[in-house]
């Protein structure tokens, strides 16, 4: 009885391998996830100009108000749609703790610049002063948009 570790049955697999196989298959796919998620070229200025129409109908009469706010949450909801048409997968959260920050961070942003363009409307001042706050955010959408996608491949697990 030198050795009491029981050797597999002839024919058996080795379960080591196919705990090893197993990975190799998750590692696979989590590439071949980051790879999907990919955001194309077109998403981030849509959506930086949907943000930007929702945010100047502020400065609008009512009417005006609703509708570039009925039209930009519509665009947004397609605009998902056509990101999730294309690359088959929807993303509704970050995957790690630096896109959380760079999806607080664009909040923070946005919620910033739809105050300050509140300020401007209900101020009486010119509502060109609104560019000062929409033009960044709209930067901000791209840029931090990116920066999002990019820190999600990279956050996705096993990736």
Known sequence: MENDIPSPAPGASDPAAGARDALAS??????????????PWWYHPILAVLVALI???????????????ATGILGMVLLMR???????VVIT?????????LLWALVGILAAAFIAVVVIA?????????ALA???????????GRRYDDSLRRELPLA
């Open 26 to 39: 998750l590692e696979a796919d989590a590439v071949h996830l980051a790879d999907r998620v990919i955001t």
């Open 93 to 101: 959260q970050a995957a790690g703790p630096r896109g959380r920050a």
């Open 55 to 69: 945010m100047t109908g502020l400065l609008l009469p009512p009417f005006g108000t609703a509708a570039c706010t």
């Open 122 to 130: 209900n101020s009486g001042a010119s509502g060109w002063w609104a």
């Open 134 to 144: 929409i033009v960044p955010t709209a930067v901000a959408v791209i840029v931090l």
């Open 82 to 88: 056509a990101y999730g048409r294309v690359s088959g």
